[in-house]
């Protein structure tokens, strides 16, 4: 079964060319099945880059899933045009009276901020409350994941010193999780972030648990059970050319950077980037919808009951 996507959103084509299942909106009403509810919450700079990379991951499973795209309500953005926001996106205070099986909260490039200082961060303390009453299950991305371990649990993020940037190895520490179905022992997640969080201060907070994690750059999903999330802080979504044009970005900024680790072939940034975490990245966002269709009210209005 497809992803139900607007005919005219980038994404409908983009997917359609790559193969993956796309169904257009008039012609999901008229299939005699329910679609499950997934919220994109995007807090990227590059609205249309992280709308292709979430629904070409959710898109590959065999169920209907109904992907709409929201924001936060006063927060404008700078690198995306006023009309594809005015399309596509609805504001967070206009949707949350309805019901989601599912929300993704993406990451957002102002780790270095403390949380507080974040010009969103009201509206983002009323968007993670709602999750309880109004969402399933909620998947937080790397700073939207450590924004829900802080705000639910009390977590710190900590600065590092030298950016994590990079293709990083990892471990599968719940080979039963059902999450992790498929999961290899051993893997590679690409990794973009000058913040951690600690694995001593998760494990001392208890239900937390910690699926993967990496040597080198520290515990990367964890399962929250009591409010039905995951948080991920690395970026099993990213495209083979993410941290490239992150790389080049800076390069061209004249600011400071490693070449990623692990990531170009013999570390030579003139030869392009190899894929090796795509496999993965559809196992586990396939599996968090299954999860989501296995468990899920079929009446939307019983979410958060």
């Not at 139900?4 to 257009?24: K, Q």
């Not at 968007?127 to 924004?147: E, I, K, L, R, Y």
């Not at 977590?155 to 179905?181: D, I, T, W």
């Amino acid at each position: 079964m497809p992803i139900t996507l607007p005919e005219n959103l980038p994404a409908f084509d983009v997917l359609r060319r790559e193969g993956v299942m796309v169904m257009s909106e008039s012609r999901a009403a008229r299939q005699d099945i329910r679609p499950l509810r997934i919220g994109l919450l995007n807090l990227m700079p590059k609205k249309i880059q992280t709308e292709n990379q979430f629904a070409r991951l959710i898109g590959a499973t065999p169920l209907q899933i109904e992907l709409s795209l929201i924001r936060m309500t006063e927060h404008k953005t700078k690198n995306t045009a006023a009309e594809h926001m005015a399309e596509f996106y609805r504001p967070f205070q206009e949707v949350k009276g309805e019901k989601f099986d599912g929300l993704i909260i993406t990451g957002a490039p102002i780790e270095h901020l403390p949380f507080e200082e974040v010009t969103y961060w009201d509206e983002m303390l009323e968007v993670m409350d709602w999750t309880q009453t109004n969402v399933h299950s909620t998947f937080g991305v790397c700073w939207g994941g450590m924004a829900m371990i802080n705000h639910f649990h009390g977590v710190e993020k900590h600065m590092l010193e030298q950016k994590a940037f990079g293709c990083f190895r990892h471990r599968n520490l719940a080979p039963s999780s059902p999450y992790l179905r498929g999961f290899s022992d051993d893997f590679v997640i690409p990794v973009s972030r000058w913040t951690e969080m600690r694995q001593d201060e998760i494990d001392a907070v208890p239900g937390l648990v910690t699926l993967l994690a990496s040597d080198e750059v520290g515990p990367c999903l964890v399962e929250d059970p009591a409010h039905r999330a995951l948080y991920i802080f690395n970026h099993f979504e990213y495209d083979s050319d993410t941290l490239k044009q992150e790389y080049d970005r800076d390069v061209a900024n004249g600011t400071p950077v490693n070449i990623p680790v692990n990531y170009y072939p013999d570390d030579d940034p003139s030869k392009p980037p190899l894929n090796r975490w795509r496999s993965h990245g559809h196992l586990l966002y396939g599996n968090w919808i299954n999860q989501i269709y296995q468990t899920t009210p079929y009446d939307l209005a019983e979410i958060g009951s």
